[in-house]
């Protein structure tokens, strides 16, 4: 009797799941180029869908019913899938992308990819006009592609293990909270397959409604589409240069900015997690990112005016609102580490004259979006952790006998989440200070050096374009420079404690 398809292929590795999935995705660039009449990109588009879907069919065949995963070891080997994914997958995603490009090397179609699969939107090419409409999608749908991966790879990978953010409030749990932990969980291709037909439809909806959008103020096809992508993902991707360059101006900017909420908290689109089972208007992660984004914008907003009467501009009201608008949306952007400026962002520099330090946007660009979602950084609901133990601390000093009224997950995350999330902030200062050592290592200055780690560790590429006096030539960086970004943007997308967790001795017994 024939097994059933889903049997089949839960017995198979994740990497050549998503090696098959990524092959097969080659195929849209092929057909745009092909309408566009550039056969030389179609046939490589096309070619490398064919070959690499053939080996993996051959590679599947040959293995034939023999199973992967050990029993008690499906996690530690979903997330060596996932770092695999990361680390050789670009190979693959490189290969079209470097055969159209005939005057370019394949490390820089490597890190170009690494960068986009990471969705971090570090470009290694400094002119737009250099790739092809097909090469600007492709880019794009990558970026697309990463960020629902870590989307469905949040619940079913990383919540197991208690990563990714998670340990700040799984640390607190007792031993005997759950019952699921009786029974044997389902395996990781399951998982998977579960997360993607539960969230599927969710991103390509929110995705097709933002394109529509975006068309409807007024950009190009192309463009809204990537724009698009690249907000759901938080990529920042883009084929004109960022968003302050498309036709769409703020009516865009606006429909983009209600799209960038979803990063701020995964309760915004789905509950499939023990963290995310309240209510949007109760979850900590979500209040205090908005809190940022009004903050932030309402103390440089306050700054620029108080400048711009000692320059006699302040009596210009409307270039004061574009001024906090461009301060928001921008602050929003890089808090979801997606990077893009705001048509305004001069408006306010230009109003009180005054330029806005980049320090600021590194700074929210380290902080980073919701757990769970495409954005990267060092996470709301840690930052959020480490103030609910401060402001303990400081009521312990007025009332050392006082008891917290908080409720049980105020207390789990304070008790022990804390803890957890110091650690992480340990271990992303370390890296981030070894990451600047590396970069140094091929004479990059420390400005530069700093700017260029912050950006790959947090996935927010658009920091070396705003992020110091200048922007930085990425395109000029020596090749060993770009693959020591490729491996920080890649340690940045699974976090530190993730690739710890990938020496564990289990994992490698037998």
């Known amino acids: 009797m024939r097994k059933p398809i889903h049997n089949t292929i839960e017995g198979l590795p994740l990497f050549l799941v998503l090696f098959v999935f990524l092959s097969v995705s080659m195929l849209l660039p092929a057909a745009v180029a092909l309408v566009q009449e550039e056969f030389l990109t179609a046939r490589n588009f096309f070619y490398t869908s064919l070959l690499g879907t053939s080996g993996a069919v051959l590679v599947a065949v040959a293995r034939g019913n023999r199973p992967f995963l050990i029993t008690g070891r499906t996690d530690l080997y979903a997330l060596l899938s996932l770092f695999a994914a990361f680390l050789l997958l670009p190979v693959l995603l490189a290969l079209p992308f470097w055969e159209s490009l005939k005057d370019t090397r394949f490390v820089n179609a490597y890190a170009e990819m690494v960068s986009c699969f990471t969705t971090t939107g570090m470009t290694f090419f400094d002119d737009p006009r250099r790739l092809t409409a097909p090469l600007h999608?492709?880019?794009?749908?990558?970026?697309?592609?990463?960020?629902?991966?870590?989307?469905?790879?949040?619940?079913?990978?990383?919540?197991?293990?208690?990563?990714?953010?998670?340990?700040?409030?799984?640390?607190?749990?007792?031993?005997?909270?759950?019952?699921?932990?009786?029974?044997?969980?389902?395996?990781?291709?399951?998982?998977?397959?579960?997360?993607?037909?539960?969230?599927?439809?969710?991103?390509?909806?929110?995705?097709?409604?933002l394109w529509v959008a975006l068309l409807i103020a007024g950009d190009k096809p192309l463009v809204a589409l990537t724009h698009a992508m690249s907000t759901l993902s938080t990529s920042g991707i883009s084929p004109i240069g960022g968003t302050q360059n498309a036709a769409s101006g703020v009516s865009g900017e606006i429909a983009i900015a209600l799209f960038m909420l979803f990063a701020l908290s995964r309760v915004a689109f789905s509950s499939d997690t023990v963290t995310s089972r309240i209510g949007l208007h109760r979850d900590p992660e979500f209040r205090m990112g908005l809190a940022i984004v009004i903050a932030v914008p309402l103390l440089l907003f306050l700054r620029h005016w108080i400048a711009a009467f000692d320059v006699d501009s302040g009596e210009d009201i409307w270039l004061g609102f574009?001024?906090?608008?461009?301060?928001?949306?921008?602050?929003?952007?890089?808090?979801?580490?997606?990077?893009?400026?705001?048509?305004?962002?001069?408006?306010?520099q230009a109003w009180s004259g005054l330029s806005t330090p980049g320090m600021i946007l590194m700074g929210l660009a380290m902080i980073g979006g919701g757990v769970a979602t495409t954005a990267g950084g060092v996470k709301l609901l840690r930052v959020y952790a480490l103030y609910l133990n401060g402001k303990q601390e400081l009521e312990r000093l007025v009332h050392p006998s006082s008891v917290s009224g908080t409720g049980i997950a105020g207390r789990r995350i304070r008790r022990h989440g804390a803890f957890h999330a110091w650690v992480f902030f340990m271990l992303f200062a370390l890296s981030l200070s070894a990451s600047m050592a590396l970069l140094a290592l091929f004479g990059i200055n420390f400005e530069q050096a700093t700017v260029l780690a912050v950006a790959a560790l947090s996935n927010t590429g658009p920091v070396t374009i705003h992020g110091g006096a200048e922007p930085i030539a990425t395109a000029f960086l020596p090749a060993g420079a770009k693959m020591v970004l490729s491996g920080i943007m890649i340690l940045g997308r699974l976090e530190l404690l993730a690739i710890i967790a990938l020496f564990n001795p289990d994992l490698w017994r037998d």
Not at 167 to 183: K, N, P, S, W, Y
Not at 322 to 348: P, R
């Open 137 to 209: 999608l492709w880019r794009a749908q990558v970026g697309w592609m990463g960020g629902f991966l870590i989307w469905v790879a949040a619940a079913a990978v990383m919540a197991p293990l208690s990563l990714g953010g998670f340990e700040v409030t799984a640390a607190g749990r007792e031993q005997g909270d759950t019952r699921i932990d009786r029974f044997q969980r389902a395996g990781v291709i399951r998982r998977m397959v579960r997360g993607s037909v539960h969230l599927g439809p969710i991103y390509v909806g929110l995705t097709g409604t």
């Open 322 to 348: 574009g001024a906090l608008w461009g301060s928001m949306f921008t602050v929003l952007s890089f808090l979801t580490t997606t990077g893009w400026e705001s048509t305004h962002w001069d408006t306010a």
